[in-house]
C-alpha cells in the first residue's frame, strides 16, 4: 500500500451536514477495502485563485491516507462522477510505507 494525500474542493452551497457526509463516506470507502486514513483537514470556505464555471468560493477539504492503487482509482473515479466536487487532486505522498 502506498501513501496519497488528496485535496477536494466542494461547491459553497453545501451544508455542513452535507460536507460531513461526503468525507465519511470518502474515510468509510477507504477502510472498508483495506486501507488506512492517516489524517483529515478541513480548510473550510476560501477563494478560488479563479472561478470554476463562474463561481468563485469553495470549500476544500484534505485527505491523507494509504491505500492500494485499485481502491484508489474508484475513489478518483467517485470523485469526477459526483456532482459536488468541482476539482480534486490526488497525489501520491513520500513519507515512509
Given at each position: 500500500?502506498?501513501?496519497?494525500?488528496?485535496?477536494?474542493i466542494l461547491k459553497p452551497q453545501l451544508s455542513d451536514k452535507e460536507i460531513a457526509e461526503f468525507v465519511?463516506?470518502?474515510?468509510?470507502?477507504?477502510t472498508s477495502n483495506g486501507?488506512?486514513?492517516?489524517?483529515?483537514?478541513?480548510?473550510?470556505?476560501?477563494?478560488?485563485?479563479?472561478?470554476i464555471k463562474h463561481v468563485?468560493?469553495?470549500?476544500?477539504?484534505?485527505?491523507?491516507?494509504?491505500c492500494t492503487f485499485a481502491v484508489l482509482n474508484d475513489i478518483r473515479?467517485?470523485?469526477?462522477?459526483?456532482e459536488n466536487v468541482m476539482r480534486s487532486i490526488v497525489f501520491q505522498s513520500h513519507d515512509s510505507k
Open positions: 500500500m502506498h501513501s496519497y494525500e488528496q485535496i477536494t465519511t463516506k470518502a474515510k468509510e470507502y477507504i486501507g488506512e486514513v492517516v489524517s483529515e483537514e478541513s480548510y473550510g470556505r476560501k477563494k478560488l485563485s479563479h472561478p468563485r468560493d469553495g470549500y476544500y477539504s484534505y485527505l491523507k491516507y494509504k473515479r467517485m470523485s469526477r462522477l459526483n
